[in-house]
């Protein structure tokens, strides 16, 4: 099976004894986390019934019923304490993904979650729950697709000193400081969308490009960043 460039992405950041997928839908990812080599186990958490029946239906269908395991349950709920080491929760809005997180009686050391937009949310989520950003990427597809990295740490985490924290809570510091050619895109479009509108004089608009215009001198004055 071949994953799209944003669920690779995911796999990439994935390595573990055993691992829960949550919200797996067409357990695409559990299958390649196996078949990669990078679990030994997966537990394929999914809510809904059709979608619990495909990966149900996927899992089987590759003869790894041995190692994937579905479960159906809200979020973290099928997963028993101390059961996986990693969790991934991917394809959904931020503001589900922080429901699941909200509402999870114990979490794993690492989570690695690809929001459909506003990763800001999750950033912060992150600071105040015990949780360091490790690694990010940015994945263009449909539109440019946040990964981020989260592992369980103490104290304030590293990746925030040195970068202005409001253009990198809402861009990502990783991003950032390597001067990710994909977020650089991004930032000249968000760019070109506030000037148009800072043309009225909002406040909150004024606001939002000054973050965009402190990201891009950040970004451009990087060491990585290019010529
Ligand atoms: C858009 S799909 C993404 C599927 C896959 N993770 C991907 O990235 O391609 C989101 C999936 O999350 C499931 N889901 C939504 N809320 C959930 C919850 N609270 N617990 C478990 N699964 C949930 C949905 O049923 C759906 O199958």
């Not at 597809?141 to 989260?150: A, E, H, Q, S």
């Not at 000037?195 to 891009?216: H, K």
Request: include cysteine.
């Amino acid at each position: 099976m071949t994953l799209d460039a944003r669920l690779s992405a995911v796999l990439a950041f994935i390595r573990a004894d055993t691992h829960a997928d949550i919200g797996t839908d067409h357990a695409a990812l559990p299958l390649a986390l196996i078949e990669s080599g990078r679990c030994r186990k997966v537990i394929a958490a999914e809510l809904h019934p059709g979608p619990l029946q495909l990966a149900q239906v996927a899992v089987l269908r590759a003869g790894r019923g041995q190692q994937i395991e579905v479960r159906q349950g809200d979020g973290f709920a099928p997963i028993a304490p101390n059961e996986i080491q990693s969790a991934s929760l991917t394809g959904m809005g931020a503001r589900t993904m922080l429901g699941i997180l909200e509402r999870a009686a114990h979490l794993p050391r690492a989570l690695i979650l690809q929001p459909n937009a506003e990763p800001e949310a999750l950033r912060r989520w992150a600071t105040t729950h015990g949780y360091h950003l490790t690694a990010e990427a940015l994945v263009p597809g449909f539109w440019r697709y946040p990964v981020l990295k989260f592992e369980q740490a103490p104290g304030a985490d590293p990746a925030y000193s040195g970068v202005p924290q409001a253009a990198a809570l809402r861009y990502g510091p990783h991003l950032l400081m390597a001067a990710d050619p994909h977020l650089h895109a991004e930032l000249r479009a968000q760019e070109r969308r506030f000037s148009a509108l800072a043309v009225y004089g909002r406040p909150g608009v004024l606001g939002e490009l000054r973050v965009v215009q402190d990201a891009l001198a950040f970004l451009l004055a990087a060491p990585t960043s290019a010529p």
